[in-house]
C-alpha cells in the first residue's frame, strides 16, 4: 500500500524559512508524479507545486519565486523549500502522489507563518 509521511511543520516567523519533506513507500517514486497542496481554514485546497518522474516543476503563480519542489528518488522523497514566507501561507500542508491514473494523499501537516 502507498503511504506519504509529511514532516517539517511548524511555526515560523514572515519572511523565514521552511523546509517540507515527504516519504513516500509502497510504490515505484521514480515513475510518480509528486505535489504538494494546501488548506487554509475557510478556503478549497489549493496546489502549491507539482513534479513529475521527469523533474518538469509546476508551480502556483502566486509563489513562483518563492517557493521550490524537488524529488530525491534514491530515498523516495519530495521537499518544499519555502523562502520569504507570509501569513497567508499559512496552512495544513499536503503531500499528493499520482501513479498510473490513482491518486494518494498524506494526512497533512500544519505550517503557521507569524507577524
Known amino acids: 500500500q502507498v503511504q506519504l509521511v509529511e514532516s517539517g511543520g511548524g511555526l515560523v516567523q514572515a519572511g523565514g524559512s521552511l523546509r517540507l519533506s515527504c516519504a513516500a513507500s509502497?510504490?515505484?517514486?521514480?515513475?510518480?508524479?509528486m505535489g504538494w497542496y494546501r488548506q487554509a481554514p475557510g478556503k478549497q485546497r489549493e496546489l502549491v507545486a507539482d513534479?513529475?518522474?521527469?523533474?518538469?516543476?509546476n508551480y502556483a503563480d502566486s509563489l513562483k519565486g518563492r517557493f521550490t519542489i524537488s524529488r530525491d528518488n534514491a530515498k523516495n522523497m519530495v521537499d518544499l523549500q519555502m523562502n520569504a514566507l507570509k501569513p497567508e501561507d499559512t496552512a495544513v500542508y499536503y503531500c499528493?502522489?499520482?501513479?498510473?491514473?490513482?491518486?494518494?494523499w498524506g494526512k497533512g501537516i500544519l505550517v503557521t507563518v507569524s507577524l
Open positions: 499528493n502522489l499520482r501513479q498510473v491514473g490513482l491518486e494518494f
Open positions: 509502497g510504490t515505484f517514486f521514480s515513475l510518480a508524479t
Open positions: 513534479i513529475s518522474s521527469a523533474e518538469v516543476t
